[in-house]
């Protein structure tokens, strides 16, 4: 079955929506108008620009206007959002660059500090530390963040904020997500009430016409990309893949056999994307146990010193000893279940070319780059019950991935698993329209308080001003109903917040609580409060466990929503029913599900086990929880914990804040509570502690008296971590000894 391909701008015009006039082909950096300034610095590494930046550059980049790119992977976005950065800069003010990842984030500092060396301009990074005012970010020119940390930023109001001139907003696509995507939307609102700059990035969107409208911007939007993609579907009963462009190839044997024994012998890369885990992993041993003869082609010496950099950097037996194997044929799996020292391992073998073949989750689409020149999809994904097939943007995104510039001539992307009249309309489709998700009880609990604490609004009228200009009413209201719509709406939600004491009323007026500040400057929903008074209530204050407190922080909506919930749950019924009669967890109450109950314990005792100074392989063994969700399972106990503390010290619970601000520095560090103050110090964790403690080192005090020698011969502890400790204990004993600056 063959079919015409169509191109983007085809489809869009059978839409009845306007292309934007991009050309066709590379522009010479000296034949467009722009801040010479600018054109220096771009022209020490492009003498050319691309398409939609030519084009963005002619729609008003450095006119102040909002733009929305949509154009496809490897298509200069990344130059559009900096050369806007550059002109705020350049114009005496400061950007920033905001992405859903951390990793991408970091990607992008790196590349931003690339491009902008040796120009002057200062650039730093902040992910993380919501309650932080983020003041001391006051020095940098262009600040790199995370969505969250911005919005957290941008309630926190420092100083520096009223300077930000352009507001770069990649992957503008997530705003669609029904998790994260209202806190998209709430920064757009707030950068087009405060006057800010916004450059909005993607390369799938099915209405960007409509979002830059919104916006009040222009939609550049192009289809130009370096390396042709082909698009293609394999046809299981033919054993054929059908390309879009009239070629037939033949298939011996399953797909993924044929089609990796083929990058092997065409010397090639290959990324398969499966929709879970198990599935991820299982292929790539399969393909692992299968290379053979294969495996010779391998660059020998490169797979040798990957696999030393893997000793190096994974820090989990388990996970060194699985990779290992995939890795010296030359395969990989790649998941959020690996923890990122792993995933950075894969990455890095994959974008050097040291491995031939990835298997990986739709996770890595959107996430780091690392474009291969075949992608097959698997499109087929278990949700609510049943198998379903993911959505044309999915599919898009994964596609973005085939095709490397710099090697190969065409990328291409087969689906794999969807018949021959559905595949072919995912390939001759547009992605999805994007639609808002600020309307539930969630976004609006979180965003309407956040609107109150930071003073952005004062009163119902304020509030409603702000959600009549979010995507949302743009999309599916007009003219009086909006106001009337977000009354009933707002009015709602502010009386939940207040019979809770988070908010309180007074005729039209409102205003957070003490509580409800706390709230919101420390970034949690408010019913991750609600939720934990309530089930702390149950408990002795006094005696409380620390099984208890976790299992009270897992059950929490922050807790659940950062975490995978695909864990094994073996029969615990009895465990749980007699510690629940002991008092020693949480009872379970009417609107928690006993399954979701059962899988809070299950991650509360891996806590448990981590603040008990388990070793992370056994933890895996003992919950089978993959280190990657510990790791983040850990990180959002801690912020949670240390949240509550505070919150809770401000009520009448302030016992059990006094136990949770100790529970928070536990789990930072996954130590006892006796090795708090020695884990303080920066360069001694949880294992050099334990040393030191053994070594009859209770506190820092104790640390300081410490002779060279002494310090020297504790396990663990060597002349850089000594050096370490001298810059923030200067006064010690051994930081005065001259041994330790001796070679």
Avoid at 471 to 497: A, C, H, P, Q
Wanted: charged share 30%; glycine share 6%; aromatic share 8%.
């Amino acid at each position: 079955m063959i079919y015409t391909h169509k191109t983007r701008s085809d489809l869009y015009s059978e839409a009845g929506v306007s292309m934007s006039s991009c050309p066709d082909t590379y522009v010479e950096i000296d034949k467009v108008s722009m801040p010479p300034r600018i054109k220096d610095i771009v022209s020490r590494y492009y003498k050319y620009l691309t398409p939609p930046q030519a084009e963005a550059i002619r729609r008003g980049l450095f006119g102040d206007k909002n733009i929305l790119v949509s154009a496809p992977t490897a298509s200069g976005k990344s130059l559009i959002a900096y050369m806007a950065l550059i002109n705020a800069v350049l114009s005496g003010y400061k950007g920033v660059y905001t992405t859903p990842l951390k990793a991408l984030a970091n990607e992008k500092l790196e590349d931003l500090i690339y491009h902008l060396r040796d120009t002057g301009i200062k650039i730093g990074i902040s992910t993380g530390d919501y309650d932080s005012s983020g003041e001391e970010l006051s020095k940098y020119d262009i600040i790199v963040t995370t969505y969250e940390r911005l919005d957290s930023l941008l309630r926190m109001r420092p100083s520096w904020i009223r300077d930000v001139k352009t507001i770069v907003i990649d992957e503008i696509h997530v705003l669609g997500d029904e998790d994260r995507g209202s806190v998209v939307e709430m920064i757009i609102v707030r950068s087009l009430r405060l006057n800010k700059q916004i450059i909005a990035l993607s390369a799938t969107i099915g209405n960007p016409q409509e979002l830059a409208a919104w916006m009040n911007g222009e939609a550049v939007i192009c289809d130009w990309r370096p390396v042709p993609l082909i698009q293609g579907y394999y046809d299981k009963k033919k054993h054929r893949i059908f390309f879009e462009n009239g070629r037939i190839e033949d298939v011996y044997g399953d797909l993924i056999s044929y089609s990796v024994s083929k990058a092997f012998r065409e010397d090639y890369q290959l990324l398969i994307f499966k929709q879970s885990r198990r599935e991820a992993e299982s292929t790539a041993s399969k393909i692992a146990s299968e290379i053979g003869l294969l495996s010779s082609k391998l660059p020998r010496e490169r797979i040798r010193e990957l696999l030393n950099y893997a000793q190096d950097t994974i820090s989990s037996k388990i996970e060194r000893e699985v990779l290992s194997k995939l890795v010296s044929v030359g395969v990989a799996f790649h998941h959020a279940g690996l923890s990122l020292e792993a995933r950075r391992v894969v990455e890095k073998g994959f974008r050097d070319r040291i491995l031939k073949v990835v298997v990986a989750t739709p996770t890595l689409a959107a996430g780091v780059n690392l474009p291969a020149r075949r992608v097959i999809v698997y499109a087929y994904r278990y949700e609510r019950g049943f198998y379903e097939p993911i959505s044309i943007l999915e599919y898009k995104q994964m596609g973005g991935r085939a095709g490397r510039p710099q090697y190969d001539p065409y990328g291409e992307i087969v689906i794999a698993d969807l018949d021959p009249d559905l595949a072919i309309k995912y390939m001759s489709s547009p992605p999805e329209d994007i639609y808002s998700t600020i309307n539930n009880e969630r976004s609006l609990r979180i965003h309407l308080l956040s609107l109150l604490a930071s003073k952005y609004a004062r009163d119902i009228n304020d509030l409603v001003n702000y959600m009549s200009r979010t995507f949302y009413s743009y999309k599916n209201m007009r003219g009086s109903m909006t106001r009337d719509y977000w009354n009933r709406v707002v009015s709602k939600i502010l009386r939940e917040l207040q019979r809770s004491n988070i908010v309180a009323l007074e005729n039209n007026r409102v205003r957070p609580t003490r509580i409800g500040e706390l709230i919101s400057n420390l970034y949690i929903d408010p019913l991750t409060y609600i939720r934990a008074r309530e089930l702390l209530e149950y408990s002795e204050q006094g005696s409380l466990e620390d099984i208890y407190l976790l299992h009270t922080i897992v059950l929490t909506p922050d807790f659940m929503r950062n975490i995978s919930r695909r864990v094994r749950i073996r029969d615990l019924r009895d465990e749980i029913v007699g510690l629940i009669e002991k008092g020693s967890l949480p009872p379970i109450l009417d609107d928690i599900d006993d399954e979701l109950y059962v899988i809070a314990y299950v991650y509360a005792k891996a806590l448990k086990l981590w603040v008990d100074e388990v070793d992370e392989d056994e933890i895996m063994k003992t919950t089978n929880i993959p280190l990657g969700d510990l790791r983040v399972a850990i990180e959002t106990a801690t912020w949670i914990s240390y949240a509550l503390s505070k919150i809770f010290s401000e009520t009448d619970l302030k016992k059990i804040s006094k136990k949770l601000s100790i529970l928070s520095k536990r789990l930072e560090s996954g130590v006892k509570e006796e090795l708090i103050e020695l884990t303080s110090l920066r360069g001694i964790g949880r294992v050099r502690a334990r040393s030191l403690y053994k070594a009859g080192v209770r506190t820092i005090e104790d640390l300081k008296k410490l002779s060279i020698n002494k310090l020297l011969s504790i396990e663990g502890i060597n002349r850089g971590v000594a050096r370490e400790l001298c810059e923030q204990i200067p006064d010690a004993v051994f930081c005065k000894e001259s041994l330790l600056f001796d070679k």
